[in-house]
Nanobody
Framework: DVQLVESGGGSVQAGGSLRLSCAASGLTASSSCMGWFRQAPGKEREEVARIGAYSFIEYGDSVNGRFTISRDNGKNTLYLQMRSLKPEDTAMYYC??????????????WGQGTQVTVS
C-alpha cells in the first residue's frame, strides 16, 4: 500500500519559514509526479506546487518565489521549503502522489495533512 506521511507543520510568525516533509512508502517518489496542496477552512483546496517524475516543477501563483519544492530520491521524501510566510498561508497542507509514470493529471494517493498556522 502507498503511504504518504507529512511532517514539519506548526505555528510561525509572519515572515518566518517552515519546511514540510512527506515520507513516501509503497511507491518510488522519483517515478511519480508529487505535489503539495493546501486547504484553509471554508476555502477550496489549492495546489501549491508539483514536481514531475522528470523533475519539471510548477508553483501556484500565490507562493511562487517564496516556496520551493524538492525531492530526495534516496530518502524517498518530498519537501516544501516555505519562506516569507504570510497569514494567508495558514492551512492544512497535504502531500499527494500520482501513479508511477502517469503524469500529473490525477493524484490518487494522499497524506493525512499537516497544519501550518501563520500569525
Amino acid at each position: 500500500d502507498v503511504q504518504l506521511v507529512e511532517s514539519g507543520g506548526g505555528s510561525v510568525q509572519a515572515g518566518g519559514s517552515l519546511r514540510l516533509s512527506c515520507a513516501a512508502s509503497g511507491l518510488t517518489a522519483s517515478s511519480s509526479c508529487m505535489g503539495w496542496f493546501r486547504q484553509a477552512p471554508g476555502k477550496e483546496r489549492e495546489e501549491v506546487a508539483r514536481i514531475g517524475a522528470y523533475s519539471f516543477i510548477e508553483y501556484g501563483d500565490s507562493v511562487n518565489g517564496r516556496f520551493t519544492i524538492s525531492r530526495d530520491n534516496g530518502k524517498n521524501t518530498l519537501y516544501l521549503q516555505m519562506r516569507s510566510l504570510k497569514p494567508e498561508d495558514t492551512a492544512m497542507y497535504y502531500c499527494a502522489a500520482a501513479r508511477p509514470w502517469a503524469g500529473c493529471a490525477d493524484f490518487p494517493y494522499w497524506g493525512q495533512g499537516t497544519q501550518v498556522t501563520v500569525s
